[in-house]
């Protein structure tokens, strides 16, 4: 997602890094972050995906010996991170996160600048042979072995044939990956999503909620770990449920798949 780098300009990474309690942000995303507070549950939907990745990475590391993680979209990786998680079960996990943002690359650099096991790529996410053949992502990730693909929060923005981008990095991946994925939906809560839709136009964003339906066309050729496509906030959450209101735990779909 491509943002105004301008510090007297709220950022949309940085207002992500807000709300899951974050340093990586300015005043002026604080004022904007607090005012969409007071009208959305944004705080709590960013949460309740926040705490989705941590599940799938812990799934990841722990059950199927998942060692390399290509995170799309990633933001700024703030607290919770892919790699914080990642690492602290096994220091050897690799991470790259992939943004388009140069706002949330610049912040990602600085983070990640001791790290020699965790990049971020600079591009569009869409652009799949220049993410995979990204130096920094052939130095991290080895696609003949098994690998997860994170694309938390991100298909909302991919306006242009999203299936087709999700096909092409599930091409790319070796037996015994994983794919996991969250959505956006006005299934349950559609007036919600709506001005949620809205306040994205007012930054000069578009983002896209899709259907159940819409969402399940992206996950064909995974087989889907149970308890397949459901809410986020739900998928094996084993207690972690992050006290989010049930409007926002309806507004977004999640789902794992393996190769």
Same mark, same amino acid.
């Given at each position: 997602m491509?943002t105004?780098?301008?510090? !007297?300009?709220?950022?949309v990474?940085?207002?992500?890094?807000?709300?899951l309690?974050g340093a $990586?942000?300015f005043?002026?995303?604080r004022v *904007?972050?607090e !005012?969409?507070?007071?009208?959305?549950?944004?705080?709590?939907?960013?949460?309740?995906?926040?705490s989705f990745?941590?599940r799938v990475?812990r *799934?990841c590391?722990e059950?199927?010996?998942?060692?390399?993680?290509l995170?799309l979209g990633?933001?700024?990786?703030t607290?919770?991170?892919? $790699?914080e998680?990642?690492?602290?079960?096994?220091?050897?996990c690799?991470?790259?996160?992939?943004?388009?943002?140069?706002?949330?690359v610049?912040?990602?650099?600085t983070m990640l600048?001791?790290n020699?096991?965790?990049?971020?790529?600079?591009?569009?996410?869409?652009?799949v042979?220049?993410? *995979?053949r990204?130096p920094? +992502?052939?130095?991290?990730i080895?696609?003949t072995?098994?690998?997860?693909?994170?694309m938390?929060?991100i298909?909302?923005y991919?306006t242009? !044939?999203?299936?087709?981008?999700?096909?092409?990095?599930r091409?790319?991946?070796?037996?015994g990956?994983v794919l996991?994925?969250t $959505?956006l +939906?006005?299934?349950?809560e559609?007036?919600l999503?709506?001005?949620?839709v809205?306040l994205?136009?007012?930054?000069?964003q +578009?983002i896209?909620?899709?259907?159940?339906?819409?969402?399940?066309?992206f996950?064909?050729?995974l087989?889907?770990?149970e308890?397949?496509l459901v809410?986020?906030? $739900?998928?094996r959450?084993?207690?972690?449920?992050?006290g989010?209101?049930a409007?926002?735990?309806?507004?977004t779909?999640g789902a794992?798949?393996?190769?």
């Amino acid at each position: 997602m491509t943002t105004n780098g301008d510090s !007297e300009r709220p950022n949309v990474a940085r207002l992500f890094d807000y709300y899951l309690g974050g340093a $990586h942000n300015f005043a002026v995303d604080r004022v *904007l972050a607090e !005012e969409s507070i007071r009208k959305y549950p944004v705080a709590e939907i960013a949460r309740t995906i926040r705490s989705f990745s941590r599940r799938v990475v812990r *799934l990841c590391v722990e059950e199927y010996g998942i060692r390399q993680f290509l995170d799309l979209g990633s933001g700024i990786p703030t607290a919770g991170n892919v $790699h914080e998680i990642a690492q602290s079960l096994d220091p050897s996990c690799n991470v790259v996160y992939v943004d388009n943002d140069p706002v949330a690359v610049a912040h990602a650099r600085t983070m990640l600048r001791d790290n020699l096991s965790a990049a971020i790529v600079q591009s569009d996410l869409c652009d799949v042979g220049a993410v *995979l053949r990204h130096p920094e +992502t052939r130095r991290l990730i080895d696609f003949t072995r098994p690998t997860a693909v994170l694309m938390i929060g991100i298909l909302p923005y991919v306006t242009d !044939e999203p299936a087709g981008v999700v096909a092409r990095y599930r091409a790319a991946l070796a037996e015994g990956s994983v794919l996991a994925l969250t $959505h956006l +939906t006005r299934d349950v809560e559609p007036e919600l999503v709506g001005q949620m839709v809205d306040l994205a136009v007012g930054m000069d964003q +578009t983002i896209v909620p899709r259907s159940k339906q819409d969402v399940e066309e992206f996950l064909c050729g995974l087989k889907l770990l149970e308890p397949g496509l459901v809410l986020a906030a $739900h998928w094996r959450a084993d207690g972690e449920l992050p006290g989010a209101s049930a409007a926002a735990d309806a507004s977004t779909y999640g789902a794992v798949g393996m190769i």
